[in-house]
T-cell receptor
Framework: DQQVKQNSPSLSVQEGRISILNCDYT??????FLWYKKYPAEGPTFLIS?????DKNEDGRFTVFLNKSAKHLSLHIVPSQPGDSAVYFC???????????FGTGTSLTVIP | DTAVSQTPKYLVTQMGNDKSIKCEQN?????MYWYKQDSKKFLKIMFS???????INETVPNRFSPKSPDKAHLNLHINSLELGDSAVYFC????????????FGQGTRLTVV
């Protein structure tokens, strides 16, 4: 049973516009959330994280928003750049747990 | 200097063979993981070790056996390989179990023919 879901397999955005990637989770015990970026033939690389005590975390062009009541988080990239084209994975973990749960990823294409 | 390195990157082998994938991290992390990415691109946990101790052993055939000689290494041995084992296997590490950021290796694409 998948506890972290990314319902959009792909997303295309024009360069300079905003990219919004969405993620939903089902386990209310999750209290730490991460976004990873993955290029082909490489491992996922950490992008940004957020703790459940916050509803927003920003790092340069990347902002993650957390809506605990909706069990939903999103990653905003603005402005989008062609180098942002990659697969983005959402992940979650619980303080009582011992692993990271991943979504199936969203493939982002930024069109020059 | 690579933080998490796994070898080989590509592995093509015949059914029935036994193979190993090696993983090393130089981050001083206590926890290491093996994830499998299947054809649907889903990253699923296989094993987790904390300070050389097995913490998670998900429903994985016992043909898969992890070995952690020290907390910087977590190798994956696979016996009697089957076609369905074809996937990308990722090693990862984190400072603590399921906390902080996990660092991933480059992945090993295993193809069983």
């Amino acid at each position: 049973d998948q506890q972290v879901k990314q319902n959009s397999p792909s997303l295309s955005v024009q360069e300079g516009r905003i990219s919004i990637l969405n993620c939903d989770y089902t386990n209310s015990m999750f209290d730490y959330f991460l976004w990873y970026k993955k290029y082909p033939a490489e491992g996922p690389t950490f992008l940004i994280s957020i703790s459940s005590i916050k509803d927003k975390n920003e790092d340069g062009r990347f902002t993650v928003f957390l809506n605990k009541s909706a069990k939903h988080l999103s990653l905003h990239i603005v402005p989008s750049q062609p180098g942002d084209s990659a697969v983005y994975f959402c992940a979650a973990s619980a303080s009582t747990g011992n692993q990271f749960y991943f979504g199936t990823g969203t493939s982002l294409t930024v069109i020059p | 200097d690579t933080a998490v390195s796994q070898t080989p990157k590509y592995l093509v082998t015949q059914m029935g063979n036994d193979k190993s994938i090696k993983c090393e991290q130089n981050l001083g992390h206590d926890t290491m993981y093996w994830y499998k990415q299947d054809s649907k691109k889903f990253l699923k946990i296989m094993f987790s070790y904390n300070n050389k101790e097995l913490i998670i052993n998900e429903t994985v055939p016992n043909r898969f056996s992890p070995k952690s000689p020290d907390k910087a290494h977590l190798n994956l041995h696979i016996n009697s390989l089957e076609l369905g084992d074809s996937a990308v296997y990722f090693c990862a590490s984190s400072r603590r179990q399921g906390r902080g950021e996990a660092f991933f290796g480059q992945g090993t694409r295993l193809t069983v023919v």
